[in-house]
């Protein structure tokens, strides 16, 4: 029986609204395998090669094995998650169309009625359509449908990629999700011979700075498992005139005779988070992901991550370390949260080391496929990822979202980087820098199909580019000495004290740095046992691009007469009252004070010339005894806590001008006991 057919050629793209289009959700019976490639998994969702002539992650028909294809009836019954009284049935055939021979719907209360009963097409001229069915509505929404086909009876494989139903009768009309900026034109250019090589070179990781890159290579003699298949992680550094240098390899504890690789490298460039787990002995564990720290000896042996009611379902794993080190990101399939294949998920760091549990980042990302390897930017709110779930160019694009909200189940619709990034083939890494101007990835980039690592110039109009970020860098310094010192750094927002993220200086040279995000003030500091910080703050506005600023940071020893100056406490013009922005950095004291039980502190107030010696005398007082009621309303015992007032009689710097001026009002604190 025949009726209401009508057949499509897919010849491009015209624009189209995917919400009227209800895509098949999962599986609910199949005749053939369901490995991840060819099996019925790849009917699931939106038509993700569309329009390519391509086998891509589609149901390639019949398929049994790598060897073996089905003989007789192949069949497939595939589920609506949202029902709805359908008129029409889209069935994407993206390749050698024709095998079907009966469709059959099915509605809520489990009345079935075949649409269509005929002959396979085997002598079709068609190379890929759209077949579409119009149909009587049913009584009840339709929750299903069955696909029976007869591959053998057609030339080559017959790949479904997707199966939609519509109350419209409209033409089914679909487009890729794209930018629309004409100047964004990049051109990949492959990585010089210090890196690309005729090994396999891939998953590249850039430093947020540009200057070191990360990335796996396969079966080099140099490996630590001598090159039998194994992946070690190498790396090279940018030079003076940012010549890549010819690559090393990262060595042990990090590499082993198992597969290595970095999946994040933080902003302070002391701190890599690794995609696999390590035993004690520093053999290879198995899933997870674990950190290394740089010490002075090189890197530290690697941690192994714990996370929370942590499971995966799938074959593979994907994690990102975000820069601010406190939120976690991986791709995985957990049959409680997942919509079908890996999803991404979120998972942050908690006070005592642990991480949370996963959390799902919800339908704008997710899809009933997969989504994995991601790279969220330095500015903690562009996410760029790999998918098979929307509709695309074939196998796995590259997207980018942004989240809109602290909730990080809110983000704007996912879009395809575009034809230059994204090709018929898998894409799997796409990292950019901090200040937007380079991405990078890897393909196959000569005939040799050996992966190499390129790079894209981004341009400066670019929309796909990360948003705008202040990088901070310095050295963590001895207050005394200025004898370089390994350290946490500690930042926050202002004035809700709320820690935005941590990083850790070098402990040979000193160095760190820090990325913070547009439209929020922040104070950050340095901590080390056996030292008490001086904190600096810095707004960074909200219409900044990219911005790179010096800022060393002191420890000052605890002893008994040091004086710690304290940058992060504000008061309102000529006036006692505390600005709020100051209770993090007076929380932060009493939370010294609280962990030194003995130390006791001469707390002094000090003001600019500008008045009568007698009026700003007294205003400093009143400002010094308004920091140590605060600190008495946190506990901290009273005889521990002394004030004096020192008006305009000890300046630091000229009051000539309003710059230097301002330095001289401040509170600082001595410590007067051990």
Known sequence: MKKNILLLILIGFVTCSMAQVQWACRIAESTDISDE?????????????????????????????????????????????????????????????????????????????????????????????????????????????????????????????????????????????LYKDEKFLPTIHPLPATINTGYDEFAPIISPDGKTLYFGRLGHPENVGA????????????????????????????????????????????????????????????????????????????????????????????????????????????????????????????????????SNLGSTINTVNGENNMFLAPDGVSLYFMSNGYTGYGGYDVYLSRRLDDTWKRWTTPLNLGPLVNTGEDELSFVITADGKFAYGYKYMDDAQKHDIYIIGLPVQAKIKPEGVVAVSGKVLHSDTKKPIGAKIIYQTLPDGKEAGIAHSNPTDGT???????????????????????????????????????????????????????????????MSELINDSYPELDNIATFLEQNPTVSIRLDGHTDNQGSPEKMLELSEKRVEAVRDYLISKNINPKRLSVKAFGGSKPVASNMKEDTRKLNRRVEFVITQK
């Open 37 to 177: 490639t060819f099996g019925p998994r790849g009917a699931v969702g939106v038509p993700n090669v569309y329009p390519q002539l391509k086998v891509g992650t589609s149901w390639l028909m019949g398929h049994v094995d790598e060897e073996t294809e089905a003989e007789g009836e192949s069949s497939i019954k595939l589920q609506f998650c949202k029902p709805i009284m359908a008129k029409q049935i889209f069935i994407i055939e993206n390749l050698n169309p024709g095998a079907i021979k009966k469709v059959i719907l099915y509605d809520v209360r489990g009345q079935e009625k075949i649409i269509y009963d005929a002959a396979p097409l085997a002598d079709s001229i068609l190379k890929q359509r759209v077949f579409s069915l119009k149909f009587e509505p049913m009584e009840g929404n339709i929750s299903a449908v069955r696909i029976i086909g007869e591959p053998s009876k057609i030339s080559g494989p017959n790949c479904i990629d997707a199966v939609g139903i519509t109350e419209s009768l409209e033409p089914l009309k679909l487009e890729i999700n």
């Open 227 to 358: 090159g039998k298949g194994d992946i070690d992680i190498w790396y090279s550094v940018q030079d003076a005139k940012g010549h890549w240098v010819p690559a090393k390899n990262i060595g042990t504890p990090i590499n082993n005779k198992d597969h290595n690789i970095v999946v994040s490298a933080a902003a302070d460039g002391n701190t890599l988070l690794l995609g696999n787990t390590y035993n004690s002995n520093g053999s290879a564990k198995g899933e997870g992901a674990s950190i290394s720290n740089r010490t002075k000896n090189g890197w530290s042996k690697p941690e192994n991550l714990k996370i929370q009611g942590y499971a995966n379902n799938h074959e593979h794993v994907s994690f990102f370390l975000a820069n601010n080190e406190k939120v976690l990101l991986m791709g995985i399939e957990d049959n409680n949260q997942s919509f079908g294949e890996q999803d991404i998920y979120v998972s942050f760091l908690q006070a005592d080391g642990i991480w949370s549990e996963p």
């Open 512 to 574: 760190y740095e820090i990325i913070l995000p547009k439209g929020k003030n922040y104070g950050f500091m340095a901590t080390a046992e056996g030292f008490v910080s001086i904190s600096e703050n810095i707004t960074v506005a909200e219409n900044i691009d990219f911005v790179e600023m010096q800022r060393d940071l002191l420890l000052v020893p605890i002893e008994v007469g040091k004086v710690v100056k304290l940058n992060n406490i504000f008061f309102q013009r000529n």
